[in-house]
């Protein structure tokens, strides 16, 4: 596609659950990026794929968190056991060099 | 100290004015600095990308790296009230790899 695509845009997770949330980055794209979020705060860095493999998850806050990339493309950030101080935007960028940083419009997760 | 430091506002200037927005870094070895646009509930986009010290101008948008000072500024003459959104300056270590962020500058212009 044209841009880097995120679903789904908005999620509303119960406490304690697991949820998955998916990038499609820009195609040729070799790099993917996750941040978050959160009110009154900047972009936090969660983790760094170049192709399928991740040099950098040195943001992921704990191991409730993780990643995967597949096939250079499709990317998946799964959050297991989801707490309320989990609730942010989840945002997702893709590059070939720093000129090219593209984010998509994120997805909205709250958790009750 | 944080790597990237940024006023989070809220600024509010009227319609036509020239907006300076700003941020100090700590490292010296960060060579890349951009300024990403956000409006709300929407991704941030690439506003202006600057390599080293310098200045850097794209129609109503400067970009300015003072090296030796550490500061990072965008300037924007005639602003617009489409101009409001939060600013975020960015920089990144190498020319691969996560960038860093300030926090953002919400800027409101009024007609």
């Known amino acids: 596609g044209a841009g880097v695509s995120q679903s789904p845009s908005n999620k509303v997770t119960e406490k304690g659950k697991d949820v998955e949330l998916r990038c499609d980055p820009i195609s040729g794209h070799t790099a993917l990026y996750w941040y978050r979020q959160s009110l009154g705060q900047g972009l936090e860095f969660l983790i760094y794929f170049q192709g399928n493999s991740a040099p950098d998850k040195s943001g992921l806050p704990s191991d409730r968190f993780s990643a995967e990339r597949t096939g250079g493309s499709v990317s998946t950030l799964t959050i297991q056991r989801t707490q309320q101080e989990d609730s942010a935007v989840y945002l997702c960028?893709?590059?070939?060099?720093?000129?090219?940083?593209?984010f998509g419009s994120g997805t909205r997760l709250t958790v009750v | 100290q944080k790597e990237v430091e940024q006023d989070p506002g809220p600024l509010s200037v009227p319609e036509g004015a020239i907006v300076s927005l700003n941020c100090t870094y700590s490292n010296s070895a960060f060579q890349y600095f951009m300024w990403y646009r956000q409006y709300s509930r929407k991704g941030p986009e690439l506003l202006m990308y600057?390599?080293?010290?310098g200045n850097k101008e794209d129609g109503r948008f400067t970009a300015q790296v003072d090296k030796s000072s550490k500061y990072i500024s965008l300037f924007i003459r005639d602003s617009q009230p489409s101009d409001s959104a939060t600013y975020l300056c960015a920089t990144q270590r190498g020319s691969q790899g996560n960038l860093i962020f300030g926090k953002g500058t919400k800027l409101s212009v009024k007609p």
């Open positions: 960028a893709s590059s070939l060099g720093t000129e090219s940083y593209t």
């Open positions: 600057t390599y080293s010290s």
